[in-house]
């Protein structure tokens, strides 16, 4: 037994060492990019785009954690915003009224369930981001408006102005940040936002069901046995 | 001294103190259940639904905050970022509406197996309290998020009290504690739903004593054989609720764990604005016959007595029906009527959750009206007809 436990002490001993010899000793390899998750890219995005007119005002810095494992780089961006980590994404503008007049009278809406409480959903959000299109010549646009015929607020006269453009932020996984690449990743990172515990609670919900599944055939087994007992 | 051995076991010790327990649990255990259908299981599934709501209940309280500026962010923390909050406040949003399923299934199953008659009234009588306890318990916690729903939901209720006539107004003013649904009226509508789950629990117990005085009905009464044999409660029955519970919890976890988004309301997801209407208010689901019945009548007053009268004429069951029978198999006026009373039941739930369109309040009117006949004119009838052909055939034989 002793013996077994030592063997598998050593096996992890020089797995690990052999690792860092492997590092050492081919310095030439590219350095692997890290993966990430669509919706971590959609967080870079709400970083360094939407938060400068929306707010989340339900999630705090902090639960960012899930996507964003360093807890410094969440300080740092509350800090930005003059915010602590425990303290929600509120909106960059004073009050209502600011926000109304710096964005051609539409206050910019929470995010918090944006995905769930939009007409449209997820699918309307992400047509909207790649939805801007030149103004047609026969359509003349009042200041501060951009021209969007997936918009259903003001006959596709836009009050936000167009927020992606291509290649405008660099993602550390090597994906090209276009603009329907960057569209569906921030989609997929405001509905995380609405649910953030989908992932857990299907794991759960499936443990639940085989739990309860087992059970009821252990109560099945004895229901039947005291049937036939009882001839 | 006594010797080591003849100390007193514990049990003895319970016993000598409350001598009365160890009958109640052989009572418990040897209660002799009549041969009953699955129908009857629900009762257990309803005991651990409610069991799992309570529970779920005081650990969301820790984290409730019923000031009207944090109420929301409250319960938008707990979904968030109170470890397993989302789990707790998942089981209790989606277990209210699993819970008043069984509740009317039990309740449909007692008016069609005739559970409410002699010598069963307690039961019937103390089971209608829980209903109503519950829709007030649920009306009350649907308020607490403080979202849309939950504002405008209360509003309309409380417009709807306002129009008794003479008192409605300062009974609103007293009921809220201000002039307007508030900050005043949203403490107290936590406090009303907390102690009310304590007091519906205490209510379960006298259900459930009533019940082990007059012991469950029995669906072959009234057929040609009926069956009188009895088995004690543990093991058979014990095994069979054991089995109810399960497949009842196993509806509830895909419920709340994979279709979360049947069961709630997506503009309570928005908190509550006082200046904007919502396009439409809707109940849940649960107490949408009666916000039916509540909107189909055009006078206020009017749409409140009938939507109380619609459940008092329940707690009179056992005495407008007279009828020596039970079991609506064997009754045929009852059957129909009992069909086409569920049927209405059904309509005024779906009317309930749509917009007001003139089709809907007509099927509505048309249904309230199949509700009344059924119970104060076609069961007294088929009820007195019964008799005469029971006492009929008592001189006969």
Known sequence: ?231 | MKPHDQLPSPHHWLDERLPFLKPLCRHIVRFPVPPVNLLWTLGACLIVGFALMLTSGVFLSLHYDSHIEQAFASIEAIDRRIPSGWLLRSFHTGGVSLLFAALYIHLARGLWYGSYKAPRELVWLSGLTLMLLFMVTAFAGYVLPWGQMSYWGATVITHAIEAIPGIGRPLITYLLGENTLGAVALHRFFILHFALGFIIAAIIGLHILFLHGTGSSNPTLDSPHPVHKTRPFIPFYAFKDGLAVCGFLALLTGVIFFFPALLTKISNTIPADPLKTPADITPEWYLAPYFAILRAIPSRLGGLILALGSVAILFILPWLDRSPRHNATYRPFLRIGLVIFFAAFLTLTIAGLQRVTPLWLWLSRGSLAVWFFVFLVLIPLTAYQERHISSQKREMS
Not at chain 1, 56 to 61: A, S, W
Not at chain 1, 84 to 103: F, L, Q, R, T
Not at chain 1, 156 to 161: A, I, P, T, V, Y
């Open chain 1, 1 to 231: 037994m002793r013996r077994a436990l030592f063997s598998l002490l050593w096996m992890l001993i020089l797995s690990i060492s052999m690792r860092d010899v492997g590092y050492a000793q081919a310095p030439s390899t590219p350095p692997t990019l890290p993966t990430m998750k669509p919706e971590q890219r959609g967080l870079m995005v709400f970083q360094q785009v939407c938060s400068s007119c929306h707010s989340i005002q339900f999630v705090h810095y902090g639960d960012m954690s899930a996507l964003q494992p360093s807890r410094t780089a969440l300080k740092n961006w509350a800090q930005q915003h003059h915010a602590k980590i425990d303290e929600p994404i509120a909106s960059p503008y004073p009050n209502v009224a600011v926000g109304k007049a710096a964005n051609g009278g539409d206050y910019p809406p929470d995010l918090s369930h944006i995905t769930r409480t939009i007409k449209g959903g997820p699918d309307y959000i992400r047509n909207v981001l790649t939805g801007y299109r030149p103004t047609p010549p026969d359509i003349t646009l009042a200041p501060n408006t951009y021209y969007n015929p997936v918009a259903l607020t003001h006959h596709h006269h836009f009050k936000m102005r167009p927020p992606l453009h291509d290649d405008m932020m660099s993602f550390p996984d090597g994906t090209k940040a276009t603009i329907p690449q960057m569209a569906a990743d921030v989609t997929n990172f405001l509905q995380w936002v609405d649910d953030p515990h989908r992932t857990t609670r299907h794991f759960i919900g499936t443990a639940v069901l085989l739990y309860l599944l087992v059970f009821s055939t252990i109560l099945f087994t004895l229901w039947r046995v005291i049937q036939k007992e009882e001839g």
